[in-house]
Nanobody, 120 residues
Framework: QVQLVESGGGLVQAGGSLRLSCAAS???????????MGWYRQAPGKQRELVAT???????NYGDSVKDRFTISRDNAKNLVSLQMNSLKPEDTAVYYC???????????WGQGTQVTVSS
């Protein structure tokens, strides 16, 4: 049984920073059957949108609204993906979801979501 565990969400003032992490949780061997790939977010009343992705080779992709402020990274040994969020804005307020693919790319997984709230 493999689960995605997200952490780092919370309440922060505009201009502040948060760091989100996503890791596969389970047995030592099972955690490497899936690859956390990145983050998406969904604000109330809006569609889920891309925030940032990173593959195991380190290639990254960012949504236009965050590319100059957020940085995604990964630790392949720990099978963990992190998202450093700087210069946060109220419009960044959303539930942030970690996304992962199985190693054979046959399945897709979502974390439970972590709330990020940015106050004015």
């Amino acid at each position: 049984q493999v689960q995605l565990v997200e952490s780092g969400g919370g309440l922060v003032q505009a201009g502040g920073s948060l760091r989100l992490s996503c890791a596969a949780s389970g047995s030592f061997f099972s955690i490497f059957t899936i690859n956390p790939m990145g983050w998406y977010r969904q604000a109330p009343g809006k569609q889920r949108e891309l925030v940032a992705t990173i593959n195991r080779g380190g290639n990254t992709n960012y949504g236009d609204s965050v590319k100059d402020r957020f940085t995604i990274s990964r630790d392949n040994a720990k099978n963990l993906v992190s998202l450093q969020m700087n210069s946060l804005k109220p419009e960044d307020t959303a539930v942030y979801y970690c996304n992962a693919d199985s190693v054979d790319r046959s399945k897709n997984y979502w974390g439970q979501g972590t709330q990020v709230t940015v106050s004015s």
